[in-house]
């Protein structure tokens, strides 16, 4: 998200971007706009006259959402919304990604290689190999009943968490030190 937002502009001059492009309303306007749509994405309106260092990388996220919705498109292209934040902000972002869905009526256009994320946020898949289409469905559909070998090899690569598997190994590696196999 920080490559994305020019260091040397406010947020507010951001994401009001859009609308200076189209040329529609005045700068008073427009920094309405922007104190709204921020709000929308969980940030302040006193956030408005900050830059981008002032942010962590989800509120930089944030920021980069509120762009993207100011002119309340009907389609926003994600390209790895969450593939720089970690764990805990990636849930926050997609959870509000999944409110702004339901609240604006927005559809995303998702490009992303991390599969939980896919089938959190996605209604319908579609797996591109060499820049063909190789496979499309639901995600519950795709990713239990893969057909493409190249779909197959993403779901096998996703880690599965097994409870109890570790401590496990390490019973078993002292029960061999301490000779009792």
Do not use: W
């Not at 994405?41 to 900050?50: E, M, N």
């Not at 920021?63 to 309340?72: G, M």
């Not at 339901?102 to 898949?125: M, R, W």
């Not at 096998?156 to 097994?162: F, G």
């Amino acid at each position: 998200p920080y490559g994305s937002l020019d260091p040397r502009q406010t947020v507010a001059r951001i994401v009001s971007e859009p609308l200076q492009a189209q040329g529609h309303t005045t700068r008073a306007q427009q920094r309405e706009q922007a104190a709204e749509v921020l709000a929308q994405v969980g940030l302040r309106p006193q956030d408005l006259d900050k830059y981008p260092h002032e942010f962590s990388g989800g509120q930089r996220q944030r920021i980069a959402i509120a762009r993207a919705l100011i002119t309340r498109p009907r389609l926003i292209v994600a390209d790895e919304p969450v593939s720089a934040l970690d764990v805990s902000v990636q849930a926050q972002v997609l959870n509000l990604l999944q409110d702004l869905q339901q609240k604006f009526g927005v559809s995303f256009l998702l490009i992303s290689h991390d599969l939980a994320v896919v089938n959190h946020l996605c209604d319908e898949v579609v797996v591109l190999y060499q820049g063909q289409i190789v496979e499309r469905g639901a995600p519950s559909d795709l990713f239990h009943h893969a057909q493409h070998p190249y779909t197959q090899a993403l779901v096998a690569a996703v880690p599965h968490v097994q409870p109890g598997r570790a401590r496990a190994r390490r019973m078993a590696a002292a029960a061999m030190a301490s000779g009792n196999p």
